[in-house]
């Protein structure tokens, strides 16, 4: 009998109502809003409640480079919560909400894969608790709200030319990247260039989830400079009275969502930031809350070390106060194959010195991991195809490194399949190994910080800008965001900007296109490369393969 789908095992999924899962937190009945059966928010008050508990073990789980091969790192994310369950341990799942957009496009939904999803897997990687729908309501009110102030006589002086806030919507479209609004005569306003992101891009989902609180998620708003007058002085989004209505459009989006996986562990399921155009870590507010409640938080980051666990680390520790106690670094022999030259359509031969070549990738993540002062331990996500001899090649290179690399079978068996990586995990984290240090300091020059992510995570040669960016980068530092982390936007199929460069290239170029302030985030975005913050969608999108089948369920959604 063929294996069971993605899909049909969540199907399949005997779930608990949501009030269960809560009691065994120990959130009272008051302390959930439900959303259905099989999911609710955490109430505001029942987090302020835990103000004062001492926080558990937090463990990052990151990967390599994405290849078409597979790595998994949300499968093991998953697997690993309940892998620590299983071992007695009080652990908590916090992942990030699937984006509409790579659902419909190429990449498919976040709920983890296998025996090792978070469920309701459907309504996650759809609608879920409207969250995605509210932060692109609240981004458009304000751009709503500029142009509405130009039309009504301008009193901000707002140079039409400067308006730096574009559009979102959740959905990958190439046709918006950029647009002309306002044609059509006197009546809709002053022609001008605009343009739209994806919802994930926009600095309100930023704020959101770097936010401590409803109260901060406003002050953060506020601040958001949105265009320029002709003197180069900031337009804000309090100037404009908009951060109030957005806050009230916002304010049950900020709340955490509880959901449970297969094996009905707890699971937080809030933001989503990409990590290779933002900043690609679920909300502090659930990592927060989840620390005061569990003995360990397993969390991710997006795509590979190089842009997730460099921004958790950079971005959301830093202005968090999180202290990581351990991480695991996912890697398939396939995808370390295909680092090692492999085409894809090749990958089910045994190929021992392609895996040895690829894990090159392997240890530039694990050094990359090493400068933050934080242990790591590599997951071997199994596939059924992986040979004896390809994941002993694994386990030896990892071993030279003075690391272990654990093989890990929970796609297929669940928990019961990363007992002993849940093992290490729990005995490194609560080692104090860890020390952790953030890349560069605050008062470092934001040029200084970009070429340190570029020379110390990605090995890059040189950093090249134009005179222009240099000059915006001085006048943020002259007007007081020089302390401000960077958030830098590239490809994420390589430490390179160039996507095809697998492996672990040294001495190439990094191009930095475009400099963006995020001052209500709390960080500088340097655009890298041919990386857009609109996708477009594939020659062949997996909107085309998604339906209902004649009993009304969903298919070909994951």
């Avoid at 959303?35 to 990967?63: N, Q």
């Avoid at 600095?203 to 959101?208: C, D, P």
Wanted: net charge negative; proline share 5%.
């Amino acid at each position: 009998m063929a294996p069971k789908s993605d899909i049909e095992i969540a199907r399949a999924a005997k779930k608990r109502p949501i009030m269960e899962i809560g009691e065994t937190l120990g959130i009272p009945a008051d302390g959930l809003i439900p959303y259905g059966h099989d999911k609710a928010k955490i109430a505001a008050d029942f987090i302020a409640s835990l103000e004062g508990r001492p926080d558990g073990k937090l463990i990052l789980v990151t990967a390599i480079n994405p290849t078409p091969a597979g790595e998994g790192k949300t499968t093991t994310t998953v697997g690993l919560g309940d892998g620590l369950n299983r071992i007695g341990k009080r652990a908590i799942t916090c992942i990030r909400e699937a984006s509409l957009g790579p659902n419909f496009g190429l990449k498919g939904g976040a709920a983890g894969g296998g025996y090792a999803q978070v469920v309701p897997m459907e309504d996650m990687n759809l609608h879920f608790t409207g969250d995605f729908h509210a932060i692109g309501a609240a981004h458009n009110l304000l751009a709503a709200m500029i142009d509405n102030h130009v039309y009504w006589g301008n009193d901000l002086g707002i140079d039409v030319r400067r308006i730096t806030w574009r559009r979102v919507v959740d959905m990958n479209d190439r046709a918006l990247r950029t647009v002309t609004a306002g044609l059509g005569g006197v009546a809709n306003g002053f022609p001008r260039e605009a343009g739209f992101d994806i919802t994930v891009a926009s600095e309100v989902m930023a704020i959101l989830c770097l936010a401590g609180d409803i109260r901060d998620l406003q002050r953060r708003l506020g601040d958001m400079i949105v265009a320029y007058r002709r003197d180069r002085s900031p337009v804000t989004c309090r100037d404009l009275k908009a951060d109030g209505a957005m806050a009230v459009l916002l304010k049950d989006a900020i709340l955490p969502n509880l959901v449970q996986t297969l094996e009905n562990n707890p699971a937080f399921v809030h933001g989503g930031p990409f990590a290779n155009i933002a900043h690609g870590c679920n909300s502090v507010i659930a990592t927060r809350t989840a620390l005061k409640m569990a003995d360990f938080v397993v969390t991710e980051a997006g795509f590979g070390a190089d842009l997730g666990a460099q921004k958790f680390f950079d971005i959301k520790c830093r202005k968090a106060g999180l202290k990581p106690d351990a991480v695991v670094l996912v890697a398939t022999v396939r995808a370390l194959k295909m680092n090692g030259g492999v085409e894809k359509a090749d990958l089910g031969e045994e190929n021992v010195a392609a895996v040895t070549a690829g894990c090159a990738n392997l240890k530039r993540h694990m050094d990359n991991i090493r400068r933050y002062n934080v242990p790591v331990v590599v997951a071997i996500n199994h596939f059924t195809g992986d040979t004896a001899g390809e994941i002993e090649a694994v386990k030896a290179f990892v071993a030279g490194e003075a690391a272990e690399a654990i093989v890990c079978r929970h796609w297929a068996e669940g928990s019961a399949g990363i007992e002993p990586l849940a093992h290490r995990v729990a005995e490194l984290a609560t080692s104090g190994a860890a020390d952790f240090q953030p890349l560069y300091p605050d008062a470092m020059p934001l040029w200084e910080k970009i070429e340190a992510t570029a020379h110390k995570i990605y090995h890059a040669g040189e950093v090249t800008t134009s005179r222009a960016v240099r000059e915006q980068l001085a006048q943020w530092e002259a007007a007081g965001y020089g302390d401000l982390p960077i958030c830098v936007a590239k490809t994420q199929y390589s430490f390179s900007a160039d996507p095809s460069l697998r492996g672990a290239p040294t001495g190439h170029t990094l191009p930095v296109r475009e400099v963006r302030l995020s001052a209500g985030a709390g960080f500088v975005v340097a655009i890298c490369g041919d990386i857009m913050t609109m996708p477009g969608l594939p020659a062949s999108p997996a909107a085309e393969r998604i339906g209902l089948d004649a009993d009304g369920n969903v298919e070909g959604l994951f």
